[in-house]
Structure formats: C-alpha cells, structure tokens
C-alpha cells in the first residue's frame, strides 16, 4: 500500500512541479501569455504563483516565483515521502539535505520535461507536422535544439538534435539520481 501512496504522489508532485517549470520557461522564452497552452499553466499553477509574486517580483527574463514555488513543491513533496516511507516527520537537522534534494529533484523534472516535450515534438514532426500543438513544442524546444543544430553537422535532411538533447538530459537524469533520494 506505501508503494501505491509513493507512486501516487511522485505523480502529483512530479505533474504540479513540471507544470510550475513550464511556466518559468514560457515566461523565459517570453511566449505570449494567451497562448492556450501557457492559459491552461497559469490558471492550473496561480494559486501558488501569485502569493509568491509578492516575495519575488517578475524580472526580464526569470519567473523567480514559478521557480521558487518548485523548489517549494519538491520541498513537500520530499517531506511527505519521508512521512510515508519513515512514518515520522523529518527532524530539523535534516532539513538542509532536503533542501538540497528539493533542488535536485527540481532539476530532475526539469530534465524529464525536456525529455517528454522533446519526444513529444520529434514524434509529432514525424507523424503530424501540421498539428495545432506542434508550434507550441517548436517553440518550447528550439532554445534548446538551436544550438546543438549549429554545432552538429549537416545529415541532408535527418535532424539528430532532438536525439542528442534526449542523450544529454538522461545522462543528467543518472548524475542527479544520488541527490535526490528516490
């Protein structure tokens, strides 16, 4: 029964926390707010966002509230596996591990966005190009695609970026595995 709680809540935390990074990335790559997709984030993820913004105001280029409030997200989430696996509250020593887990585990959904939009966009390219969500994931993508494009050499016609952007955020995937405790 513990393991269906912790797989039940690693996909809560894991949905809640993407959706709050994907709404730091938007704003980074200043897609328009009106943007369906980006309506559908900031209605689901407002009501942490917003309180936060008092704490931390928009800046150009960082939606420090949307990063803080995963890093919040991944703090309780860790503190509720550690309720559930150890049926005790953590203790106060242990909360600048955690801290650190929090941050971690930020980075390892980040990376696992990466990989599901990436997939999401090199799949849909192949089997429908002309889909209404397919700019969406373009333009979500290409900051990171970009440039391994620029420096990977010309295949006529056959685009490996998307597969050495999936190799790179597993490869960080695997160096975060020790930090984040799971």
Known sequence: ?????????S???????????????????????????????????????????????????FDWASLFGTWLTALIYLVLLILVV??????????????????????KWALNLIIWLTLAQAILSWINPLAPIMPVLTTVTAPLLDPIRRIMPKTGGMDFSPLVLLVIAQVGMMLLVPYTGQ
């Open 86 to 107: 150890r049926q005790a509250l953590p203790t106060l020593d242990m909360l600048p591990m955690i801290a650190g887990m929090a941050l971690a585990t930020m980075c």
């Open 1 to 9: 029964m513990i393991d269906v709680f912790r797989f039940l809540l």
């Open 11 to 61: 996909i809560a935390f894991t949905l809640f926390g993407a959706a709050l990074l994907m709404r730091a990335w938007m704003h980074g790559i200043r897609m328009h707010p009106f943007n369906p997709v980006a309506r559908v984030l900031i209605q689901y993820t407002e009501w942490l966002v917003r309180p936060l913004r008092k704490v931390f105001p928009v800046h150009a280029r």
